[in-house]
């Protein structure tokens, strides 16, 4: 864009760069944190499933969607409608959600990513005591004020510190640092959990064994959703990631890969946990708390060895999401308002830290949907139910019945028949399902008690 001011854009150095930059955006809090949690409270192997089949049928056509956008564009996401649409056009105001999405996912990410980077130090320390005292911990963690706001504060400058590199020199360098890393710890605690553990077998029992007689609407329902945003979708996230790419790479060999990786790191964050879980007796469905109460009273157990490395993991993971949060929202302001890489990620990161102050004190409550709730919840609630589906739904639709044939398969690679079945599931499969999950959110779903 000549709004660049002759500056280059950035670009992946080749094909592993993209994979982990983009599987570091998808692998983050919601595979190591929520995944277990949900797969938990919704019955195991039959909502694993479910929601091996979402990321097939919703979540990976709708990467492949956003990655042609984005290389077809060269350009962020309100940049990408305006250039392949109109200037003008309202298509752009598709681009505007997910940088607005982009800026209020980070501001509360960044807060629960501070709880992580918090249990590093209190797995150093060592848990101790009862367990009612350990689980205290992290509720004196989320209530005081102070504690939060320094986590988020050393978080957010994380991540500013590492997209002020830019593409190459920042995002990439650190996600090949930062993702074999997380594989490496990832593998030795699942092999720790499955061979040096007594839950290993009831484990994979749990994640692997279908009993559909636990699957409720509402789980179908938060596979779709899950599937949705653990692939980092709905917002742009891919559009921007895409743009960096190169032309010759094929986008379909790489969305498969991104989204077997995200799976599969989820699955195995899966097994390391259950595994102690049943190893100690407790039961699967401990909700919210699983990783930040739960756990940690197991830790106390097993000693730092294992929890150390666990909120290290765990960092790792919130860190390359963080980053490409960050970088949706940058990336507008340097194609569209030619501001140097430095000054926009310092100012933006900024405000994004201060806006996330507001989920960082607990205490502070508005009424919100019939009951007093924290920003964060709120701010969670809005984004996950509504602005990430609708971002997502309205993508799918423009790719799907608005570009242009010959752009949509000429960045597609190809128009035989995987992307003739492409474009069925983005016409007829996908928005369907993301409607589902809109009227969900709204609570309008006609079968659902709400
Ligand atoms: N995929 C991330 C996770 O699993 C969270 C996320 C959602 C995200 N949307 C995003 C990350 C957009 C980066 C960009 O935790």
Not at 95 to 108: D, M, Q, R, T
Request: proline share 3%; glycine share 12%; charged share 10%.
């Amino acid at each position: 864009m000549d709004e660049n001011n002759g500056n280059k854009r950035g670009q992946w150095s080749g094909r592993i760069g993209f994979i982990l930059a983009a599987t570091g955006s998808a692998i983050g809090l919601g595979n190591i944190w929520k995944f277990p949690y949900i797969t938990g409270e919704y019955g195991g192997g039959s909502f694993v499933l479910v929601y091996l089949m979402c990321v097939v049928l919703v979540g990976l056509p709708l990467m492949i969607a956003e990655l042609i956008i984005g290389r077809r564009a060269q350009c962020n996401p309100v940049g990408a409608f305006q250039k392949l649409h109109k200037k003008g056009s309202a298509w752009q105001l598709v681009g505007w959600l997910g940088v607005a999405s982009g800026f209020v996912i980070l501001s509360y990410y960044s807060i629960v990513a501070g709880w992580a980077l918090a249990y590093i130090y209190k797995a150093i320390v060592g848990f101790s005591g009862t367990a009612e005292a350990i689980q205290g911990q992290f509720i004196e963690l989320v209530v005081s004020p102070f504690d939060s706001i320094m986590w988020h504060t050393i978080f957010m400058i994380l991540c500013i510190g590492i997209v002020i590199g830019g593409i190459q020199k920042g995002i990439e360098r650190w996600s090949k640092i930062l993702m074999p890393a997380l594989f490496a710890i990832l593998l030795g605690l699942m092999f720790y959990g499955l061979f040096a553990t007594n839950g290993g077998a009831a484990a994979l029992n749990f994640l692997f064994k279908p009993d559909f007689s636990k699957l409720t609407a509402e789980g179908i329902l938060s596979a779709l959703g899950h599937a949705f945003f653990t692939l980092s979708l709905g917002m742009g996230a891919m559009i921007t990631y895409g743009s960096y790419m190169k032309k010759e790479r094929n986008l379909l060999r790489s969305a498969i890969t991104v989204s077997f990786l995200d799976t599969l790191i989820a699955l195995m964050a899966g097994v390391a946990i259950f595994s102690l879980v049943f190893h100690y007796g407790m039961e699967p469905g401990q909700s919210v708390g699983l990783i930040f109460k739960t756990l940690p009273v197991l830790f106390a157990e097993t000693g730092p060895w294992i929890s150390v490395p666990f909120f290290i993991l765990l960092s790792f993971a919130a860190l390359t999401s963080g980053i490409s949060l960050l970088e949706v929202v940058v990336s507008y302001f340097i194609d569209h308002r030619g501001w140097s890489r430095k000054v926009t990620t310092i100012v933006l990161g900024g405000f994004i830290y201060l806006f996330g102050l507001l989920s960082a004190v607990a205490a502070w409550t508005v009424p919100f949907r019939g009951k007093d709730q924290s920003f964060f919840d709120i701010f969670d609630f809005i984004s996950t139910n509504y602005m990430l589906p609708i971002g997502g739904f309205l993508t799918c639709l423009y790719i799907a019945w608005v570009m242009k044939d010959k752009d949509r398969s000429e960045e597609f690679g190809s128009n035989g028949p995987l992307y003739k079945a492409l474009k069925f599931v983005l016409r007829y499969v996908t928005p369907i399902a993301l409607i589902a999950v809109i009227l969900h959110g709204l609570e309008l779903l006609p079968f659902m008690e709400y």
